[in-house]
């Protein structure tokens, strides 16, 4: 997957999560859908905890 910007991500992942919810996905899309889904939660984990070790880093010098 490109990078993209967390709220992207988090935007994606809204609007696939809406999708499935109203039931709006069928068998076939489904599954592509939540590899996406999959995707985009490892994508944001990193981003948190990369943005995570960043501040750590900067507290620490102070």
Do not use: P
């Amino acid at each position: 997957m490109k990078e993209i910007k967390y709220e992207e991500a988090v935007h994606k992942l809204e609007a696939i999560v809406d999708k499935m919810e109203r039931g709006e996905l069928d068998i076939d899309s489904m599954a592509a859908q939540l590899k996406e889904a999959q995707e985009l939660v490892k994508l944001c984990k990193q981003k948190l905890k990369r943005t995570d070790n960043e501040i750590q880093k900067l507290l620490e010098k102070q």
